[in-house]
């Protein structure tokens, strides 16, 4: 017999030599590079690509959009 198989992760992580974003709190408010005002909601998932959350413009109330967070080393 080869070996046991290796457990699988519980959480994802970034790929290989990345490093994911600090989590975002629900609610917390950002801007855009065109000075847009956006509320974060909840998170949808995350990866080697970064983080992604649904948004919603500031003083709406419905998640509309999705903001993808990377991490710039």
């Given at each position: ?63 509309d959009?999705v903001?993808k ?5």
């Amino acid at each position: 017999m080869a070996g046991a198989a290796k457990p699988r992760r519980k959480t994802p992580a970034a790929a290989k030599g990345h490093k994911l974003p600090e989590p975002i709190p629900e609610g917390f408010e950002v801007s855009d590079t065109y000075k847009k005002g956006w509320k974060i909601g909840p998170k949808i998932g995350s990866g080697g690509f970064g983080t992604v959350y649904f948004a919603s413009e500031i003083g709406k109330k419905d998640y509309d959009y999705v903001v993808k967070v990377v991490s710039v080393d």
